[in-house]
């Protein structure tokens, strides 16, 4: 028991020590969707918000909103969680394996080799190899490591549950493969990998007790999908229902097939000779069996699975490595199209396959346990290198982006995400480059048509930005957020009619009816209206379903000034102002209540901020210089007046503008 406790500690240590530069690597690519970005994690109360976001992977989600509930978006907490997770999978690989040598009849093949050294092996290559770095570092893969720990864990139970008499052991195995259900949906393959483990390691011979085992098992895999998909679409048709198995229709389930045979070579390269990893790979589609390589790739695999048969009564582990990789694989490698064909993280419970091979052919390459450890820490030491350089790569944010664009220079996502990194740092003239860069590698490109849009909107290029946001809900009828975008852009173009704006809001909300900014957009509508009952509806609907949206509380604040309830107001905009602290409207609005209530240093405070976050706004340096002089600091004032002249004529503000020209031509010459 003391050399399994020693075991636990070194992959602990082994798994913090290559991983710990990983902590610093920022939220990229989909984590910006996944977390940054996510309104259903915001509320850790509202557990209905979660499951209607994504009832597949509500699990997972769940651990992101606990995330945030106790560190918000402190990146460095949702890598503790992807790399604690990683440790624990490498801890219940080593386990199964251990559990696997004292029950099944494998000492004659694996010879003077104690069962223990090989699972040892095992768990330090799949917890080192590089190829796991996608899953782990890359935090929204959080649902892959969620997924393989029900999957391990859940054969580790089933397999201390096969003796009837330790039948506690089976209804936690089924326990466990039911909440993996919410994680990530290859936990589904989990049946097949049993049956795998049944065979090669328990080998039941009567087929009743065996198919009796199976079938709970079967009947989850089966039943909690349908019901989250009857759940979702509310509709019982097959034929519908059938559609929902395949992401994309760019391509037919054959020739996503035949693609996934070259994959499945890559994938194998990738095994053996982790270089040239890519996030995003620009991987071509095969159309046909015949197309070179298909047919080629399918031929050498065609051969490993034959080998792997042809092998088994010598070398078992061998056999079991492959048909490991294959049923693991099985759901993201087969006829279910997937609009990504491959991803690096899809080998991460493969791996554990993979590892367990290695580990055996080394000791048949080696003989002696001595060796064999001297072997697997010269490869710990170099696969630990390989991923903690990898980790570094992870962590240029910029360098990341240009190095993927580099290695595929033909896929629009990768110039679309650029674009999106550029403006994030405020460089908005290289994002507009970069998302004309993806628009011309696909013009229909709904995400680079909104973002390239937004910009043209922001930047006074309105009837441009119009155009692009119109080409991408055509593109994409159930993309909410252009839909919203659309519909902001209308409403600030015609607010004296704004029924095409409350359009684009239902649009969006038909789609996704708990899109904030949407029901925040309808109330803005509302209050400009003067419909303040309505409006106040909208806002605090708003409100109950994204907690954390800020504008809902800056708009229901303005609703209250409007009324005349300005400790109301004064709430919400503290409110606001408490989730994006950047809120210069909310920031002035709070200093016009200060100022009448006398409270000129927090109303000081609150102008200064607004001018801050708002610098070439007139009515916020306006209000500064009202209150600057009210005080006697008449330079300030004059210094605040100008400025706000100066920010006026920029918007062309005529009353603005005279108003402040008076009150300049008022002030003494001192």
């Keep these: 028991m003391a050399f399994h406790w020693l075991v636990i500690l070194h992959l602990a240590l082994l798994g913090a020590l290559i991983y710990r530069n990983a902590f610093g690597v920022p939220f990229i690519f989909d984590d910006i969707y996944t977390v940054v970005n996510n309104p259903a994690i915001r509320d850790l109360s509202s557990l209905?918000?979660?499951?209607?976001?994504?009832?597949?992977?509500?699990?997972?989600?769940?651990?992101?909103?606990?995330?945030?509930?106790?560190?918000?978006?402190?990146?460095?907490?949702?890598?503790?969680?992807?790399i604690v997770l990683h440790a624990l999978n490498a801890m219940l690989l080593y386990a199964l394996l251990v559990v696997t040598w004292g029950r099944a009849s494998l000492r004659q093949s694996l010879g003077a080799l104690p069962g223990r050294w090989l699972a040892f092996g095992a768990a330090v290559l799949f917890l080192c190899h590089p190829i796991q770095t996608q899953a782990v570092t890359?935090?929204?893969?959080?649902?892959?490591?969620?997924?393989?720990?029900?999957?391990?864990?859940?054969?580790?139970?089933?397999?201390?549950?096969?003796?009837?008499?330790?039948?506690?052991?089976?209804a936690a195995a089924i326990l466990v493969f039911f909440a993996g259900l919410f994680t990530k949906p290859i936990i589904i393959s989990l049946p097949f990998a049993l049956l795998l483990w049944e065979i090669f390691f328990l080998r039941w011979k009567g087929g009743r007790v065996l198919a009796a085992r199976l079938v709970p098992f079967l009947i989850l895999a089966?039943?909690?999908?349908?019901?989250?998909?009857?759940?979702?679409y509310r509709i019982l048709d097959v034929a519908y229902l059938s559609q929902v198995t395949r992401e994309t229709e760019d391509y037919s389930r054959a020739e996503y097939l035949f693609t996934q045979f070259n994959v499945l070579i890559l994938y194998i390269r990738l095994l053996f000779f982790p270089s040239g990893q890519q996030l995003d790979y620009d991987f071509p589609i095969s159309r046909g069996f015949w197309d070179f390589p298909t047919w080629l790739s399918f031929a050498a695999l065609a051969l490993l699975v034959v080998w792997a048969v042809r092998v088994f009564p010598r070398h078992r582990l061998f056999s079991f490595g492959i048909f490991w990789c294959l049923v693991t694989l099985?759901?993201?490698?087969?006829?279910?199209?997937?609009?990504?064909?491959?991803?690096?993280?899809?080998?991460?419970l493969p791996m554990a396959g993979f590892a367990v091979m290695a580990a055996y052919g080394i000791w048949l390459a080696v003989r002696t346990p001595a060796r064999f450890l001297l072997v697997i820490y010269l490869l710990a030491a170099v696969l630990g290198t390989l991923t903690y350089q990898r980790n570094f790569f992870w962590h240029d944010e910029l360098n990341f982006y240009l190095d993927m664009?580099?290695?595929?220079?033909?896929?629009?996502?990768?110039?679309?995400?650029?674009?999106?990194?550029?403006?994030?740092?405020?460089?908005?003239?290289?994002?507009?480059?970069?998302?004309?860069?993806?628009?011309?590698?696909?013009?229909?490109?709904?995400?680079?048509?909104?973002?390239?849009?937004?910009?043209?909107?922001?930047?006074?290029?309105?009837?441009?930005?119009?155009?692009?946001?119109?080409?991408?809900?055509?593109a994409d009828p159930r993309f909410y957020e252009a839909h919203y975008n659309l519909g902001f852009l209308l409403w600030e173009q015609g607010q004296e009619d704004p029924r095409a704006a409350w359009d684009s809001f239902h649009k969006a909300l038909a789609v996704n009816p708990r899109f904030a900014p949407a029901i925040n957009g309808l109330g803005r509508i509302c209050l400009a209206r003067r419909d303040l009952d309505l409006a106040k509806f909208y806002f605090e609907h708003a409100i109950r379903v994204d907690p954390s949206y800020p504008h809902s509380y800056e708009n229901l604040g303005s609703l209250y000034m409007s009324a005349g309830l300005y400790d109301d107001a004064k709430n919400a905009y503290l409110q606001a102002i408490r989730r994006r602290p950047s809120l210069a409207v909310a920031r002035n609005n709070l200093g016009n209540i200060y100022a009448m209530e006398g409270l000129d240093d927090l109303a000081l405070q609150e102008y200064q901020a607004a001018v801050t976050f708002s610098p070439c706004w007139a009515g916020a340096h306006f209000n500064l210089a009202n209150l600057l002089l009210k005080q006697g600091d008449l330079s300030g004032a004059e210094q605040s007046y100008r400025k706000a002249l100066e920010c006026a004529q920029k918007e062309n503000n005529l009353s603005m503008i005279r108003s402040l020209e008076g009150k300049l031509g008022g002030m003494s010459p001192e």
Excluded at 154 to 162: D, P, Q, V
Excluded at 330 to 348: A, G, K, M, Q, T
């Design 222 to 232: 089966c039943g909690v999908p349908l019901l989250l998909m009857l759940w979702k």
């Design 405 to 474: 664009a580099r290695r595929s220079p033909n896929k629009a996502r990768i110039r679309n995400n650029l674009g999106n990194y550029y403006v994030a740092k405020g460089n908005l003239a290289a994002a507009v480059k970069e998302y004309e860069k993806a628009l011309d590698l696909d013009p229909a490109f709904p995400e680079a048509l909104n973002n390239l849009g937004n910009i043209y909107a922001e930047t006074g290029r309105r009837e441009e930005g119009k155009a692009l946001l119109e080409r991408a809900v055509a």
């Design 330 to 348: 099985s759901l993201e490698s087969s006829v279910f199209p997937i609009s990504d064909v491959i991803f690096e993280h899809r080998l991460y």
């Design 138 to 170: 890359y935090i929204s893969q959080r649902s892959t490591l969620m997924a393989s720990f029900c999957y391990l864990l859940t054969i580790l139970l089933y397999f201390l549950g096969s003796d009837l008499r330790r039948w506690r052991y089976y």
């Design 48 to 82: 209905r918000g979660l499951w209607v976001y994504d009832p597949s992977r509500f699990l997972t989600h769940l651990s992101f909103a606990l995330n945030f509930h106790f560190g918000e978006l402190n990146v460095r907490g949702y890598h503790a969680v992807n």
